[in-house]
């Protein structure tokens, strides 16, 4: 069992202090330092351990799945491929994405609310891309009464100057 410590560090006249547990290991007792994950207060550590690793959460509620594909664009042209609308009075929460296409590409993710898209939010430059996001907050787009639609979009640049592409997006996401 560790116990509480830490290292005392000689920059300045008082010495900083390092945050660590202190254990035994072998025969020698060791200082571990410490990292914190979490929060700003004392307590508010994250615990690692061998058997369960870094404790990480992503709930997915009710994951809504819609595959978009266009069978062509030209050598060097765009496609945007678009989610589903946001339910009315709900939020989506992209949790998931996975791109592909037949030749190189440029993959921008944007949100568009009320048919009008965000800047790019992320750029991926591949031939297939799977990204699932950190957490399902990371980005999100709420439904809006307007006339557009409000979802999630990728945007995607055929990279080969010479032949068409064919390219597929599907998204994940919750409805809350």
């Known amino acids: 069992?560790?116990?509480?410590?830490?290292?005392?560090?000689?920059?300045?006249?008082?010495?900083?202090?390092?945050?660590?547990?202190?254990?035994?290991?072998?025969?020698?007792?060791?200082?571990?330092?410490?990292?914190?994950?979490?929060?700003?207060?004392?307590?508010?550590?994250?615990?690692?351990?061998?058997?369960?690793?870094?404790?990480?959460?992503?709930?997915?509620?009710?994951?809504?799945?819609?595959?978009?594909?266009?069978?062509?664009?030209?050598?060097?042209?765009?496609?945007?491929?678009?989610?589903?609308q946001i339910s009315s009075g709900l939020t989506g929460k992209l949790v998931q994405i996975i791109i592909s296409s037949s030749v190189p590409f440029k993959a921008e993710l944007k949100t568009v609310l009320n048919a009008s898209a965000s800047g790019t939010l992320v750029t991926w430059i591949n031939r297939a891309v799977d990204c699932t996001f950190a957490h399902k907050k990371f980005l999100t787009v709420a439904h809006n009464a307007g006339a557009g639609i409000d979802t999630f979009r990728v945007t995607i640049t055929n990279l080969d100057t010479t032949s068409a592409a064919d390219v597929y997006a599907t998204f994940f996401y919750d409805e809350e």
């Not at 560790?2 to 007792?29: C, E, H, R, W, Y």
């Open 1 to 84: 069992m560790a116990t509480d410590s830490f290292i005392q560090v000689p920059v300045d006249a008082g010495g900083k202090k390092v945050d660590a547990d202190q254990l035994v290991v072998g025969v020698n007792t060791v200082q571990r330092q410490r990292v914190q994950v979490t929060g700003p207060a004392a307590t508010d550590i994250a615990r690692v351990n061998a058997s369960e690793g870094l404790s990480t959460s992503l709930a997915v509620l009710s994951a809504n799945r819609t595959h978009s594909t266009t069978a062509s664009v030209a050598a060097g042209g765009q496609a945007d491929l678009d989610a589903s």
